[in-house]
T-cell receptor, first 114, second 113 residues
Framework: EDQVTQSPEALRLQEGESSSLNCSYTVSGLRGLFWYRQDPGKGPEFLFTLYSAGEEKEKERLKATLTKKESFLHITAPKPEDSATYLCAVQAVGGGRRDDKIIFGKGTRLHILP | NAGVTQTPKFQVLKTGQSMTLQCAQDMNHEYMSWYRQDPGMGLRLIHYSVGAGITDQGEVPNGYNVSRSTTEDFPLRLLSAAPSQTSVYFC????????????FGPGTRLTVT
C-alpha cells in the first residue's frame, strides 16, 4: 500500500539550532516528491519538488534532499518565522497524470523558540 | 493577482443541508483540485479538473459534486451534509498538469452539526 510517513510529529528548537525533518515513503513508483509549508489557518505554500534520488533543492535556510526511500528537509540556523507545519506529498505513478495518486503526509509541526 | 480565493471562510450547516463552496483562480491555470484536511490525517483529494468541462474523482469523492464551466471557477457542492464532512476544505490550482506544484487557497472551515 502506498504511504507517506513524516517524523517527528512535532519539533521544538531554539533559534539557530539546526535540524532535519524526515519524510519516508512507500510507493510503487515515484513521479515527484513535494514539500509545502503551512501556517496556522492558511493554505499550504509550495516549497520544493524533487524528482530523483540524489537531487537537492535549497531556499534560504531550507534544503530538501531525496533518496530512494525518504526525503529530508534540513533547516539551518532557523528563526522564529520558520515556525510552521511542514507537509510532504508524494505523487505516485499511475497510468498517466490522471491516474497518478497524490499522498500527503500528516506533517511535522515545527516551533522555533527565540 | 489574487491567486486562489475561496468563500466562505467559515460555515456551519445542519445535517442534511446542502451548500456550495466557491473557488476561483485568476492565474489561468487549467488544473484545479479540492482537498479536505482533518486532524491527524494528511490532505486528501476529493475531486479534480484538468480543464473546463472535465472533472474526475479523487480519493474521497462520496457526498461531493463538482463542475467546471469556466477555467477560473471550480465549485464544490455538498449534496446532503453529514457530520463526517466536518473538515477544512482547500482548493488548489496548477498550470503544470504533470506535477503537484500547486497554489492553495486559504481554506473553508466547515462544521456540520
Amino acid at each position: 500500500e502506498d504511504q507517506v510517513t513524516q517524523s517527528p510529529e512535532a519539533l521544538r528548537l531554539q533559534e539557530g539550532e539546526s535540524s532535519s525533518l524526515n519524510c519516508s515513503y512507500t510507493v510503487s513508483g515515484l513521479r515527484g516528491l513535494f514539500w509545502y509549508r503551512q501556517d496556522p489557518g492558511k493554505g499550504p505554500e509550495f516549497l520544493f519538488t524533487l524528482y530523483s534520488a540524489g537531487e537537492e533543492k535549497e531556499k534560504e535556510r531550507l534544503k530538501a534532499t531525496l533518496t530512494k526511500k525518504e526525503s529530508f528537509l534540513h533547516i539551518t540556523a532557523p528563526k522564529p518565522e520558520d515556525s510552521a507545519t511542514y507537509l510532504c506529498a508524494v505523487q505516485a505513478v499511475g497510468g498517466g497524470r490522471r491516474d497518478d495518486k497524490i499522498i500527503f503526509g500528516k506533517g511535522t509541526r515545527l516551533h522555533i523558540l527565540p | 493577482n489574487a491567486g486562489v480565493t475561496q468563500t466562505p471562510k467559515f460555515q456551519v450547516l445542519k445535517t442534511g443541508q446542502s451548500m456550495t463552496l466557491q473557488c476561483a483562480q485568476d492565474m489561468n491555470h487549467e488544473y484545479m483540485s479540492w482537498y479536505r484536511q482533518d486532524p491527524g490525517m494528511g490532505l486528501r483529494l476529493i475531486h479534480y479538473s484538468v480543464g473546463a468541462g472535465i472533472t474526475d474523482q479523487g480519493e474521497v469523492p462520496n457526498g461531493y459534486n463538482v463542475s467546471r464551466s469556466t477555467t477560473e471557477d471550480f465549485p464544490l457542492r455538498l449534496l446532503s451534509a453529514a457530520p463526517s464532512q466536518t473538515s477544512v476544505y482547500f482548493c488548489a490550482s496548477t498550470s503544470d498538469g504533470s506535477s503537484y506544484e500547486q497554489y492553495f487557497g486559504p481554506g473553508t472551515r466547515l462544521t456540520v452539526t
